[in-house]
């Protein structure tokens, strides 16, 4: 054989044998719905979102721009980036709302330029009902037109019962709705998004394209929040899980990978989508990014900590 001819073979085996890679999410499956416990394409079909979130805006705000996003796009195979906007800390939207919108329009532009999805969150554990409905006022009759967009309307609840959550949520869907009748929407359950039974036990009512959120740390949540979780499913409660990682739920502590792989291998046999924490560069295990590594993405391997090698490796793995 030629050697322009063998060079040619081993190129195209090659090619063969890497991911195919969705080269535009929005594209492929449009504006996306709830049907029973599933989140689905335009089409009807089946989705699984799988990406990674940014850390709190108001403390990594140098990683909210248009190249990091790229980047999780094409080299991390991300379908999916959530926006972290921190109402706690210094320097947060309630204290610098001007700052905090600059950084999350950022990213959702970004997203909308890329072709994929994007989880505005609502990142706090309190509840600011007047604030919140502003706020998605504002974000979905600037951005609900588009389909990328998903409304994460409170990230952690930690004290409010599931009654006070119930009226707060409704508040804020109602608010959204006014603007954009159609994009998914995602409500959060008391104790840190831990309490999924008490959803399955007294749902909202009304409203469609709404999902309902968990949040877990392999190295601290186990089988028993994981037997909730598809207790809940069970009983028709749509799960969409927006936080995860593979340590304790400090964001410190070792890896538990096992752990990790147990809830992945969950949440695909439900159809779960998963969104893991966080591209921040803090002296932590969750942080996946090494403090010398650029804001606008191209991180190669070394400045990558084990936690962001890991999640790259299972969003390439699940994310064809």
């Known amino acids: 054989m030629k050697r322009k001819a063998l060079l040619t073979l081993i190129a195209m085996l090659t090619a063969m044998s890497l991911p195919i890679v969705a080269t535009n999410p929005v594209k492929e499956w449009g504006q996306l719905q709830v049907q029973g416990t599933l989140l689905c394409s335009e089409k009807g079909q089946p989705v699984v979102l799988r990406g990674v979130s940014f850390g709190w805006h108001n403390i990594w705000p140098r990683f909210y721009n248009k190249g990091a996003v790229k980047w999780l796009k094409d080299d991390w195979h991300a379908t999916v980036v959530r926006a972290a906007m921190g109402l706690m800390i210094e320097d947060n939207y309630l204290e610098n709302p001007k700052f905090a919108l600059s950084c999350v329009e950022n990213v959702v532009k970004a997203a909308i ?46 004290d409010d019962s599931w009654q006070s959550l119930k009226e707060y949520a409704s508040a804020v869907i109602k608010a959204i709705r006014a603007n954009d009748p159609d994009n998914v929407i995602l409500v959060g359950c008391p104790h840190w998004d831990q309490d999924i039974h008490l959803v399955a036990g007294s749902p909202l009512r009304g409203f469609d394209n709404i999902m309902y959120t968990v949040h877990f740390y392999a190295a601290t949540h186990g089988q028993q929040l994981r037997d909730r979780m598809v207790d809940a499913v069970k009983h028709g409660v749509p799960v969409f899980v927006s936080e995860c990682a593979g340590m304790e739920a400090s964001g410190n502590g070792p890896l538990n990978v096992e752990e990790w792989q147990r809830w992945i291998d969950t949440m695909e046999q439900l159809g779960i989508s998963w969104v893991n924490w966080s591209i921040s560069d803090k002296d932590e295990t969750c942080s996946m990014i090494l403090p010398r590594a650029k804001a606008n993405g191209k991180w190669a391997d070394d400045v990558l900590k084990k936690s962001g090698k890991l999640v790259r490796q299972f969003l390439r793995q699940y994310n064809p």
């Open 113 to 158: 330029q890329q072709g994929i999805y994007v989880i505005v969150d609502w990142h706090s554990h309190k509840m600011y009902t007047d604030e919140a409905v502003k706020f998605f006022d504002y974000i979905s009759k600037k951005y609900g037109k588009h389909p990328n967009v998903i409304y994460e309307i409170f990230n952690e609840p930690v």
